[in-house]
Protein backbone atom coordinates (compact mmCIF):
# COMPACT_ATOMS: atom_id res chain seq x y z
CA UNK A 1 0.00 0.00 0.00
CA UNK A 2 1.15 3.48 -0.69
CA UNK A 3 3.40 4.82 1.81
CA UNK A 4 1.40 8.37 1.55
CA UNK A 5 3.26 11.45 3.20
CA UNK A 6 0.51 13.75 4.45
CA UNK A 7 3.16 16.55 4.62
CA UNK A 8 4.21 16.91 1.72
CA UNK A 9 3.34 19.26 -0.66
CA UNK A 10 3.79 20.38 -4.18
CA UNK A 11 6.84 23.46 -3.14
CA UNK A 12 8.60 20.65 -1.69
CA UNK A 13 9.66 18.99 -4.77
CA UNK A 14 11.18 22.44 -5.92
CA UNK A 15 14.64 20.81 -6.35
CA UNK A 16 13.72 17.77 -8.09
CA UNK A 17 11.39 19.37 -10.63
CA UNK A 18 14.47 21.49 -11.69
CA UNK A 19 16.90 18.62 -12.25
CA UNK A 20 14.27 16.75 -14.07
CA UNK A 21 13.48 19.94 -16.65
CA UNK A 22 17.46 19.53 -16.86
CA UNK A 23 17.85 16.43 -17.86
CA UNK A 24 15.00 16.29 -20.31
CA UNK A 25 16.48 18.74 -22.34
CA UNK A 26 19.78 16.55 -22.93
CA UNK A 27 17.57 13.13 -23.72
CA UNK A 28 15.53 15.47 -26.02
CA UNK A 29 18.57 16.64 -27.91
CA UNK A 30 19.80 13.61 -27.93
CA UNK A 31 16.90 11.40 -29.30
CA UNK A 32 16.96 14.35 -32.18
CA UNK A 33 20.77 13.59 -33.01
CA UNK A 34 19.96 10.24 -33.42
CA UNK A 35 16.40 9.90 -35.02
CA UNK A 36 16.04 8.88 -38.27
CA UNK A 37 12.21 9.38 -39.38
CA UNK A 38 12.46 6.17 -42.09
CA UNK A 39 13.14 4.01 -38.88
CA UNK A 40 9.84 4.89 -37.52
CA UNK A 41 8.92 6.96 -34.21
CA UNK A 42 10.50 6.07 -31.02
CA UNK A 43 8.71 4.27 -28.68
CA UNK A 44 11.14 2.61 -26.07
CA UNK A 45 15.01 2.13 -25.30
CA UNK A 46 16.66 -0.73 -25.98
CA UNK A 47 20.11 -0.62 -23.79
CA UNK A 48 19.22 3.37 -23.41
CA UNK A 49 18.69 4.31 -26.86
CA UNK A 50 15.10 4.90 -28.63
CA UNK A 51 13.94 2.24 -30.88
CA UNK A 52 11.21 1.73 -32.65
CA UNK A 53 8.24 -1.16 -32.88
CA UNK A 54 5.43 -0.94 -34.76
CA UNK A 55 2.19 -2.09 -33.90
CA UNK A 56 0.14 1.33 -33.88
CA UNK A 57 0.99 4.65 -34.91
CA UNK A 58 0.35 5.92 -31.09
CA UNK A 59 3.73 7.72 -29.75
CA UNK A 60 4.89 10.13 -32.57
CA UNK A 61 2.69 12.50 -30.37
CA UNK A 62 4.34 12.15 -27.37
CA UNK A 63 7.62 13.01 -29.08
CA UNK A 64 7.33 16.24 -29.96
CA UNK A 65 5.01 16.95 -26.92
CA UNK A 66 7.65 16.23 -24.90
CA UNK A 67 9.54 18.94 -26.73
CA UNK A 68 6.80 21.54 -26.17
CA UNK A 69 6.16 20.46 -22.12
CA UNK A 70 10.12 21.28 -21.86
CA UNK A 71 9.92 24.40 -23.90
CA UNK A 72 6.81 25.26 -21.49
CA UNK A 73 9.12 24.75 -18.48
CA UNK A 74 12.51 26.09 -19.38
CA UNK A 75 11.98 28.22 -22.42
CA UNK A 76 14.12 26.21 -24.52
CA UNK A 77 14.42 27.26 -28.11
CA UNK A 78 15.39 24.03 -29.69
CA UNK A 79 12.65 21.94 -28.10
CA UNK A 80 10.00 24.26 -29.30
CA UNK A 81 11.43 24.20 -32.82
CA UNK A 82 11.62 20.71 -32.80
CA UNK A 83 8.57 20.23 -31.07
CA UNK A 84 6.41 23.03 -33.17
CA UNK A 85 8.21 21.64 -36.22
CA UNK A 86 7.18 17.86 -35.87
CA UNK A 87 3.73 18.37 -35.58
CA UNK A 88 3.66 20.55 -38.74
CA UNK A 89 5.65 18.39 -40.31
CA UNK A 90 4.70 14.48 -38.84
CA UNK A 91 1.47 14.84 -37.55
CA UNK A 92 -1.00 15.59 -40.07
CA UNK A 93 -1.64 12.29 -40.91
CA UNK A 94 -2.47 11.05 -37.94
CA UNK A 95 -5.86 13.43 -37.79
CA UNK A 96 -7.47 11.55 -40.05
CA UNK A 97 -5.77 8.26 -39.23
CA UNK A 98 -9.07 5.28 -39.27
CA UNK A 99 -7.20 2.49 -37.82
CA UNK A 100 -6.40 3.61 -34.38
CA UNK A 101 -8.49 4.78 -31.14
CA UNK A 102 -5.52 6.79 -29.67
CA UNK A 103 -6.22 10.32 -31.38
CA UNK A 104 -6.22 12.30 -27.97
CA UNK A 105 -2.63 10.54 -27.29
CA UNK A 106 -1.33 12.22 -30.54
CA UNK A 107 -3.26 15.39 -31.29
CA UNK A 108 -3.61 16.58 -27.59
CA UNK A 109 0.18 16.20 -26.88
CA UNK A 110 0.81 18.15 -29.75
CA UNK A 111 -1.99 21.11 -31.38
CA UNK A 112 -3.46 20.65 -28.10
CA UNK A 113 -0.29 21.55 -26.41
CA UNK A 114 0.64 24.76 -29.04
CA UNK A 115 -2.99 25.84 -28.65
CA UNK A 116 -2.69 25.76 -24.45
CA UNK A 117 0.31 27.47 -24.77
CA UNK A 118 -0.74 30.73 -27.47
CA UNK A 119 -3.80 30.70 -25.18
CA UNK A 120 -1.38 31.49 -21.37
CA UNK A 121 0.78 33.38 -23.50
CA UNK A 122 4.13 31.29 -23.41
CA UNK A 123 3.87 31.74 -27.29
CA UNK A 124 3.11 34.70 -29.03
CA UNK A 125 -0.32 35.23 -31.00
CA UNK A 126 -0.28 33.49 -34.37
CA UNK A 127 -3.69 33.88 -35.88
CA UNK A 128 -3.10 31.02 -38.45
CA UNK A 129 -1.24 29.01 -36.21
CA UNK A 130 -4.05 29.02 -33.95
CA UNK A 131 -6.66 28.41 -36.46
CA UNK A 132 -4.55 25.38 -37.52
CA UNK A 133 -4.56 23.91 -34.28
CA UNK A 134 -8.16 24.09 -33.85
CA UNK A 135 -9.18 22.44 -37.13
CA UNK A 136 -7.01 19.65 -36.32
CA UNK A 137 -8.46 18.96 -33.06
CA UNK A 138 -11.84 19.60 -34.41
CA UNK A 139 -11.08 16.92 -37.10
CA UNK A 140 -9.38 14.42 -34.93
CA UNK A 141 -12.32 14.28 -32.41
CA UNK A 142 -14.48 13.43 -35.24
CA UNK A 143 -12.34 11.07 -36.78
CA UNK A 144 -11.89 9.15 -33.37
CA UNK A 145 -15.97 9.51 -32.85
CA UNK A 146 -16.62 7.71 -36.24
CA UNK A 147 -14.93 4.41 -34.30
CA UNK A 148 -18.14 3.45 -32.83
CA UNK A 149 -19.96 0.37 -31.31
CA UNK A 150 -24.03 1.20 -30.58
CA UNK A 151 -25.20 -1.00 -27.27
CA UNK A 152 -28.53 -0.51 -26.08
CA UNK A 153 -29.69 1.29 -22.80
CA UNK A 154 -27.92 4.82 -24.29
CA UNK A 155 -24.45 2.73 -24.11
CA UNK A 156 -21.73 2.57 -26.70
CA UNK A 157 -17.82 2.97 -27.10
CA UNK A 158 -15.01 4.13 -29.28
CA UNK A 159 -13.99 0.45 -30.26
CA UNK A 160 -10.05 -0.70 -30.32
CA UNK A 161 -7.54 -1.25 -33.16
CA UNK A 162 -9.34 -5.00 -32.54
CA UNK A 163 -12.47 -4.40 -34.14
CA UNK A 164 -15.55 -3.54 -33.46
CA UNK A 165 -16.28 -6.08 -30.61
CA UNK A 166 -13.00 -4.46 -28.59
CA UNK A 167 -12.85 -1.47 -25.90
CA UNK A 168 -9.95 -0.91 -24.27
CA UNK A 169 -9.99 1.16 -21.11
CA UNK A 170 -7.15 3.29 -22.50
CA UNK A 171 -9.62 5.02 -24.36
CA UNK A 172 -10.87 6.75 -21.50
CA UNK A 173 -7.63 9.55 -21.55
CA UNK A 174 -8.28 9.83 -25.28
CA UNK A 175 -11.40 11.24 -25.44
CA UNK A 176 -10.18 14.54 -24.27
CA UNK A 177 -10.10 15.10 -28.19
CA UNK A 178 -13.89 14.33 -28.48
CA UNK A 179 -13.99 17.32 -25.65
CA UNK A 180 -12.31 20.11 -27.57
CA UNK A 181 -13.73 19.11 -31.04
CA UNK A 182 -16.85 20.03 -29.41
CA UNK A 183 -15.79 23.21 -27.31
CA UNK A 184 -14.66 24.38 -31.01
CA UNK A 185 -17.83 23.44 -32.02
CA UNK A 186 -17.80 20.83 -33.85
CA UNK A 187 -19.45 17.77 -34.78
CA UNK A 188 -19.37 14.41 -36.63
CA UNK A 189 -21.21 14.09 -40.18
CA UNK A 190 -22.39 10.68 -40.39
CA UNK A 191 -24.87 8.74 -43.01
CA UNK A 192 -27.66 11.27 -44.84
CA UNK A 193 -26.29 14.13 -43.35
CA UNK A 194 -27.04 12.99 -39.80
CA UNK A 195 -25.48 15.34 -37.15
CA UNK A 196 -23.73 13.32 -34.16
CA UNK A 197 -22.67 15.43 -31.07
CA UNK A 198 -19.32 14.76 -30.05
CA UNK A 199 -20.16 15.12 -26.41
CA UNK A 200 -23.11 12.52 -26.51
CA UNK A 201 -20.49 10.18 -27.39
CA UNK A 202 -17.79 11.35 -25.20
CA UNK A 203 -20.08 10.64 -22.09
CA UNK A 204 -21.61 7.27 -23.53
CA UNK A 205 -18.07 5.63 -24.26
CA UNK A 206 -17.73 7.16 -20.27
CA UNK A 207 -20.52 5.57 -18.82
CA UNK A 208 -20.03 2.00 -20.93
CA UNK A 209 -16.15 1.88 -19.47
CA UNK A 210 -16.85 2.44 -15.81
CA UNK A 211 -19.76 -0.40 -16.27
CA UNK A 212 -17.81 -2.79 -17.93
CA UNK A 213 -14.18 -2.33 -17.54
CA UNK A 214 -13.88 -1.16 -13.67
CA UNK A 215 -15.27 -3.23 -10.87
CA UNK A 216 -17.30 -2.39 -7.46
CA UNK A 217 -16.90 -5.26 -5.56
CA UNK A 218 -20.75 -6.05 -6.49
CA UNK A 219 -20.54 -9.95 -7.57
CA UNK A 220 -20.39 -9.28 -11.15
CA UNK A 221 -18.04 -12.26 -11.17
CA UNK A 222 -15.60 -14.62 -8.99
CA UNK A 223 -12.74 -11.78 -9.57
CA UNK A 224 -14.41 -8.89 -8.39
CA UNK A 225 -12.96 -6.13 -6.54
CA UNK A 226 -13.56 -2.78 -6.22
CA UNK A 227 -11.47 -0.44 -8.28
CA UNK A 228 -9.70 -3.34 -10.46
CA UNK A 229 -10.12 -2.66 -13.63
CA UNK A 230 -10.03 -5.80 -17.05
CA UNK A 231 -7.86 -3.71 -20.02
CA UNK A 232 -10.64 -4.64 -22.88
CA UNK A 233 -14.13 -5.70 -22.52
CA UNK A 234 -15.11 -8.40 -25.24
CA UNK A 235 -18.62 -7.44 -26.62
CA UNK A 236 -21.24 -9.37 -29.13
CA UNK A 237 -21.53 -6.88 -32.07
CA UNK A 238 -25.21 -8.76 -33.19
CA UNK A 239 -27.07 -8.07 -30.06
CA UNK A 240 -24.77 -5.40 -28.04
CA UNK A 241 -24.68 -7.57 -25.34
CA UNK A 242 -21.32 -7.58 -22.83
CA UNK A 243 -19.55 -11.00 -23.14
CA UNK A 244 -16.35 -11.00 -21.13
CA UNK A 245 -13.06 -9.27 -20.39
CA UNK A 246 -9.75 -9.31 -22.22
CA UNK A 247 -6.59 -8.02 -22.23
CA UNK A 248 -4.15 -7.50 -24.72
CA UNK A 249 -1.59 -6.59 -22.58
CA UNK A 250 -2.30 -7.42 -19.04
CA UNK A 251 -1.25 -10.86 -17.36
CA UNK A 252 -4.80 -12.02 -17.79
CA UNK A 253 -8.63 -10.97 -18.27
CA UNK A 254 -8.99 -11.62 -14.03
CA UNK A 255 -5.70 -9.20 -13.07
CA UNK A 256 -5.53 -6.09 -13.32
CA UNK A 257 -2.59 -4.52 -15.90
CA UNK A 258 -1.32 -1.14 -13.97
CA UNK A 259 -1.05 1.35 -17.03
CA UNK A 260 -4.49 0.19 -17.88
CA UNK A 261 -5.36 0.90 -14.24
CA UNK A 262 -3.64 4.37 -14.21
CA UNK A 263 -5.06 5.67 -17.57
CA UNK A 264 -8.26 4.94 -15.97
CA UNK A 265 -7.64 7.15 -12.96
CA UNK A 266 -6.33 9.74 -15.02
CA UNK A 267 -8.91 9.56 -17.91
CA UNK A 268 -11.82 9.57 -15.44
CA UNK A 269 -10.17 12.44 -13.37
CA UNK A 270 -9.70 14.50 -16.58
CA UNK A 271 -13.42 14.39 -17.70
CA UNK A 272 -14.61 15.12 -14.38
CA UNK A 273 -12.77 18.05 -14.27
CA UNK A 274 -14.18 18.91 -18.05
CA UNK A 275 -17.71 17.57 -17.61
CA UNK A 276 -18.13 19.55 -14.58
CA UNK A 277 -17.22 22.86 -15.52
CA UNK A 278 -20.04 22.27 -18.67
CA UNK A 279 -23.88 24.04 -17.59
CA UNK A 280 -26.31 21.52 -17.39
CA UNK A 281 -27.74 22.94 -20.73
CA UNK A 282 -24.87 21.23 -21.97
CA UNK A 283 -26.61 18.09 -21.10
CA UNK A 284 -30.19 18.31 -22.85
CA UNK A 285 -31.00 15.90 -25.23
CA UNK A 286 -27.86 13.38 -24.34
CA UNK A 287 -29.20 10.03 -24.93
CA UNK A 288 -26.73 8.80 -22.15
CA UNK A 289 -27.07 7.15 -18.72
CA UNK A 290 -29.49 6.49 -16.14
CA UNK A 291 -31.39 9.26 -16.43
CA UNK A 292 -31.91 9.11 -20.16
CA UNK A 293 -32.98 5.80 -19.97
CA UNK A 294 -35.98 6.33 -18.05
CA UNK A 295 -39.83 6.59 -19.98
CA UNK A 296 -39.78 10.93 -19.46
CA UNK A 297 -36.81 13.14 -21.39
CA UNK A 298 -34.57 13.94 -18.63
CA UNK A 299 -33.76 17.69 -17.71
CA UNK A 300 -29.90 18.45 -18.68
CA UNK A 301 -29.41 18.85 -14.89
CA UNK A 302 -30.17 15.42 -14.24
CA UNK A 303 -28.42 14.29 -16.88
CA UNK A 304 -25.15 16.03 -15.51
CA UNK A 305 -26.34 14.56 -12.27
CA UNK A 306 -26.04 11.09 -13.39
CA UNK A 307 -22.61 11.14 -15.45
CA UNK A 308 -20.70 13.02 -13.23
CA UNK A 309 -21.60 10.51 -10.42
CA UNK A 310 -20.50 7.51 -12.14
CA UNK A 311 -17.73 8.94 -13.47
CA UNK A 312 -16.74 9.81 -10.01
CA UNK A 313 -17.69 6.70 -8.77
CA UNK A 314 -15.19 4.73 -11.33
CA UNK A 315 -12.16 7.48 -10.46
CA UNK A 316 -12.40 6.75 -6.87
CA UNK A 317 -12.57 3.04 -7.22
CA UNK A 318 -9.59 3.14 -9.67
CA UNK A 319 -7.88 5.22 -7.20
CA UNK A 320 -7.91 3.66 -3.70
CA UNK A 321 -7.46 0.30 -5.90
CA UNK A 322 -4.33 1.81 -6.76
CA UNK A 323 -3.46 2.71 -3.48
CA UNK A 324 -4.23 -0.27 -1.62
CA UNK A 325 -2.42 -2.43 -4.40
CA UNK A 326 0.70 -0.54 -5.15
CA UNK A 327 3.93 -0.70 -3.38
CA UNK A 328 4.73 1.93 -0.61
CA UNK A 329 7.15 4.35 -3.24
CA UNK A 330 4.13 4.28 -5.12
CA UNK A 331 5.54 2.49 -8.13
CA UNK A 332 3.66 -0.55 -9.73
CA UNK A 333 4.92 -3.77 -10.74
CA UNK A 334 3.36 -4.45 -14.18
CA UNK A 335 0.21 -6.07 -13.29
CA UNK A 336 -1.63 -6.68 -9.84
CA UNK A 337 -1.76 -11.08 -10.37
CA UNK A 338 1.91 -11.50 -12.16
CA UNK A 339 3.24 -14.78 -11.14
CA UNK A 340 6.22 -13.90 -9.97
CA UNK A 341 4.43 -11.61 -7.40
CA UNK A 342 4.18 -14.02 -5.06
CA UNK A 343 7.71 -15.10 -5.04
CA UNK A 344 8.41 -11.56 -3.63
CA UNK A 345 6.79 -11.77 -0.52
CA UNK A 346 4.62 -8.98 1.29
CA UNK A 347 6.22 -7.02 -1.93
CA UNK A 348 3.45 -4.11 -0.80
CA UNK A 349 4.99 -3.53 2.13
CA UNK A 350 8.22 -2.11 0.69
CA UNK A 351 9.08 -0.32 -1.86
CA UNK A 352 9.23 -1.54 -5.24
CA UNK A 353 12.32 -2.95 -6.64
CA UNK A 354 12.91 -2.43 -10.40
CA UNK A 355 16.11 -4.77 -10.55
CA UNK A 356 14.32 -8.29 -9.13
CA UNK A 357 14.34 -11.42 -11.55
CA UNK A 358 11.14 -11.98 -11.11
CA UNK A 359 8.23 -9.21 -12.26
CA UNK A 360 9.31 -5.83 -13.35
CA UNK A 361 7.82 -2.78 -12.50
CA UNK A 362 6.13 0.05 -14.91
CA UNK A 363 7.43 3.86 -13.89
CA UNK A 364 5.25 4.66 -16.62
CA UNK A 365 1.85 3.61 -14.94
CA UNK A 366 3.13 5.98 -11.71
CA UNK A 367 3.78 8.86 -13.82
CA UNK A 368 0.42 8.74 -15.00
CA UNK A 369 -1.42 7.63 -11.90
CA UNK A 370 0.09 10.10 -10.24
CA UNK A 371 -1.22 13.39 -12.35
CA UNK A 372 -4.51 11.20 -12.07
CA UNK A 373 -3.96 11.83 -8.37
CA UNK A 374 -3.36 14.97 -8.46
CA UNK A 375 -6.31 15.86 -10.82
CA UNK A 376 -9.09 13.86 -8.31
CA UNK A 377 -7.87 15.26 -5.37
CA UNK A 378 -8.18 19.02 -6.50
CA UNK A 379 -11.71 18.31 -8.03
CA UNK A 380 -13.32 17.06 -4.79
CA UNK A 381 -11.83 20.18 -2.78
CA UNK A 382 -13.48 22.18 -5.26
CA UNK A 383 -16.60 20.04 -5.33
CA UNK A 384 -17.05 19.97 -0.97
CA UNK A 385 -14.55 16.67 -0.34
CA UNK A 386 -11.75 18.54 0.86
CA UNK A 387 -10.68 15.43 3.50
CA UNK A 388 -10.90 13.05 0.13
CA UNK A 389 -9.52 15.35 -1.86
CA UNK A 390 -6.19 15.62 0.27
CA UNK A 391 -5.67 11.87 0.57
CA UNK A 392 -5.72 11.66 -3.38
CA UNK A 393 -3.04 15.29 -3.62
CA UNK A 394 -0.51 13.53 -1.21
CA UNK A 395 -0.71 10.31 -3.13
CA UNK A 396 0.10 12.28 -6.42
CA UNK A 397 3.04 14.14 -4.65
CA UNK A 398 4.49 10.98 -2.75
CA UNK A 399 4.53 9.21 -6.23
CA UNK A 400 6.23 12.01 -8.01
CA UNK A 401 8.69 12.15 -5.36
CA UNK A 402 9.34 8.38 -5.94
CA UNK A 403 9.85 8.88 -9.74
CA UNK A 404 12.48 12.29 -10.09
CA UNK A 405 15.21 11.12 -8.33
CA UNK A 406 17.05 7.62 -8.84
CA UNK A 407 16.78 4.93 -9.31
CA UNK A 408 13.74 6.28 -11.67
CA UNK A 409 14.83 9.07 -12.84
CA UNK A 410 17.53 8.53 -15.61
CA UNK A 411 21.06 10.68 -14.67
CA UNK A 412 23.18 9.42 -17.26
CA UNK A 413 24.12 11.31 -20.40
CA UNK A 414 24.26 8.45 -22.53
CA UNK A 415 20.73 7.02 -21.51
CA UNK A 416 17.86 8.92 -23.82
CA UNK A 417 15.24 7.68 -21.66
CA UNK A 418 14.36 10.58 -18.83
CA UNK A 419 12.00 7.97 -16.84
CA UNK A 420 13.60 4.06 -16.07
CA UNK A 421 11.99 1.23 -15.49
CA UNK A 422 8.99 1.22 -17.80
CA UNK A 423 7.47 -1.54 -19.30
CA UNK A 424 6.15 -1.63 -23.00
CA UNK A 425 4.58 -5.49 -23.57
CA UNK A 426 5.56 -7.82 -21.18
CA UNK A 427 3.41 -10.99 -22.57
CA UNK A 428 4.53 -10.40 -25.76
CA UNK A 429 8.54 -9.56 -24.84
CA UNK A 430 9.29 -6.79 -25.87
CA UNK A 431 11.00 -5.15 -23.08
CA UNK A 432 14.75 -5.32 -23.18
CA UNK A 433 15.98 -7.37 -20.60
CA UNK A 434 19.78 -7.07 -19.45
CA UNK A 435 22.68 -9.99 -20.07
CA UNK A 436 21.73 -12.33 -17.02
CA UNK A 437 18.70 -11.16 -16.39
CA UNK A 438 14.94 -12.71 -16.36
CA UNK A 439 13.04 -9.45 -15.82
CA UNK A 440 13.06 -6.37 -17.84
CA UNK A 441 14.44 -3.27 -16.22
CA UNK A 442 16.52 0.08 -16.81
CA UNK A 443 14.52 1.10 -19.83
CA UNK A 444 12.53 3.81 -20.70
CA UNK A 445 9.38 4.66 -23.32
CA UNK A 446 7.95 7.78 -24.84
CA UNK A 447 4.66 7.59 -22.80
CA UNK A 448 6.50 7.40 -19.80
CA UNK A 449 8.72 10.12 -20.45
CA UNK A 450 6.03 12.25 -21.42
CA UNK A 451 3.98 11.76 -18.67
CA UNK A 452 6.94 12.64 -16.61
CA UNK A 453 7.86 15.83 -17.53
CA UNK A 454 3.67 16.56 -18.21
CA UNK A 455 3.79 15.36 -14.08
CA UNK A 456 6.30 17.68 -13.38
CA UNK A 457 4.92 20.99 -15.26
CA UNK A 458 1.37 20.28 -13.40
CA UNK A 459 3.37 19.81 -9.89
CA UNK A 460 5.34 23.51 -10.61
CA UNK A 461 1.54 25.11 -11.40
CA UNK A 462 0.16 23.35 -8.29
CA UNK A 463 3.08 25.01 -6.28
CA UNK A 464 2.53 28.45 -7.68
CA UNK A 465 -0.89 28.49 -7.06
CA UNK A 466 -2.67 27.43 -9.72
CA UNK A 467 -2.95 24.20 -12.49
CA UNK A 468 -3.79 23.73 -16.00
CA UNK A 469 -6.38 21.51 -18.26
CA UNK A 470 -5.97 20.18 -21.53
CA UNK A 471 -9.50 22.38 -21.87
CA UNK A 472 -7.60 25.69 -21.05
CA UNK A 473 -7.70 26.46 -24.36
Avoid at 273 to 299: I, N, Q, V
Wanted: proline letters at 5%; hydrophobic letters at 35%.
Amino acid sequence: MISIDTRLEATDLGGPLARLFELAGGKIAAIRRSWSRDRGTPVFTVDGVYTSRGWTEWTRGFLFGLALLHYEATGDGDSLAFGRGGTRSDMPPHLTHMGVHDHGFNSISTYGNLLRLMEEGALPEDRWEREHCRLALAVSGAVQASRWTELPGGLGYIYSFNGPHSLFIDTIRTLRVLALSHVFGHFLMGEQDRRINLLERLVRHGLTTARYNVYYGEGRDAYDVRGRVSHESIFNTVSGSFRCPSSQQGYSPFTTWTRGLAWSVLGFAEQLEYLSSLPADAFEGLSAGEAASADRDPSGEEVRRDVLELFLRAARACADFTIEQTPTDGVPYWDTGAPGLARLGEYLDRPADPENDEEPVDSSAAAITAQGLLRLGAHLDRTGDPGGGERYTRAGLTIARSLFRPPYLSEDEKHQGLLLHSIYHRPNGWDHRQPGRSSPSGESCLWGDYHALELGVLIRRIAAGGSFTFFDV
